[in-house]
């Protein structure tokens, strides 16, 4: 089986202000963990535990305060930024806070190919868009026009359109109703199986990870406590 990323004692704290100037929070604890190509796999765990520190710096957002991550068996560090930034999509947990307020939804999702001079913006925009079943006529819309699953679908949108080799998903359903978080559920579980495609789904919600993922780690304050299977 082969690693996307792998995490060797990978610690992370940060300043509590409540306790002055020297004062820490631990994020993660000594975390080991292995993510493998073209899989569905999921981390679990409640709010506070970690995840999201442990997304950031899987994508190089955030660097440990120690320990090791590897990405294709070569230190993360060293990987040229813009092609692992093509090859490797965060989908942030709050969609509100994801996009521009002021770019419409073509803004939005086209912004990745304009940055990249790729000039068949157009026919890849309604190529994903019609994969999350978005009407073409919310392409002037801006964001405060849309619903939450219509907002959380077009920042999906905005990952998928540079085609990826691999997704991190923070909590994809939070900022969801119940019905709606059904819905895109459904239709992840369409683009996550795609050959080709790995993933990981972070996630507080047990129901949510087992009906995508594969495997899944358990992390409780900080600590990797579990990994199934």
């Known amino acids: 089986m082969a690693i996307r990323f792998r995490l060797s004692a990978v610690s992370k704290a940060y300043r509590d202000r409540r306790r002055g100037s020297r004062g820490t929070i631990a994020a993660l604890r000594g975390v080991d963990l292995d993510i493998p190509e073209r899989q569905v796999s999921a981390l679990l765990g409640s709010s506070g535990a970690g995840k999201s520190t442990l997304a950031r710096i899987l994508m190089g957002f955030e660097k440990p305060d120690s320990g090791d991550v590897l990405f294709q068996d070569r230190p993360l560090s060293a990987a040229p930024r813009p092609s692992f930034r093509r090859c490797n999509q965060l989908v942030f947990q709050n969609p509100w806070l994801a996009v521009n307020p002021c770019f419409t939804v073509w803004?939005?999702?086209?912004?990745?190919?304009?940055?990249?001079?790729?000039?068949?913006?157009?026919?890849?925009?309604?190529?994903?868009?019609?994969?999350?079943?978005?009407?073409?006529?919310?392409?002037?819309?801006?964001?405060?026009?849309?619903?939450?699953?219509?907002?959380?679908?077009?920042a999906l949108a905005r990952a998928l359109v540079?085609?990826?080799?691999?997704?991190?998903?923070?909590?994809?359903?939070?900022?969801?109703?119940?019905?709606?978080?059904?819905?895109?559920?459904?239709?992840?579980?369409?683009?996550?199986?795609?050959?080709?495609?790995?993933?990981l789904l972070i996630s507080h919600n047990p129901r949510h990870v087992h009906a995508l993922a594969g495997r899944v780690a358990v992390l409780e304050g900080g600590r990797l406590v579990r990994s199934e299977p």
């Open 107 to 154: 803004q939005i999702v086209s912004e990745p190919l304009r940055l990249l001079g790729d000039r068949n913006g157009q026919a890849k925009v309604g190529e994903v868009l019609d994969l999350l079943e978005l009407r073409q006529g919310c392409l002037p819309r801006l964001p405060h026009e849309l619903s939450g699953g219509e907002l959380q679908r077009v």
């Open 162 to 199: 540079l085609d990826p080799e691999f997704l991190v998903l923070d909590e994809p359903f939070s900022a969801l109703d119940d019905l709606t978080a059904m819905r895109i559920l459904l239709q992840l579980r369409k683009i996550l199986l795609r050959p080709g495609l790995g993933s």
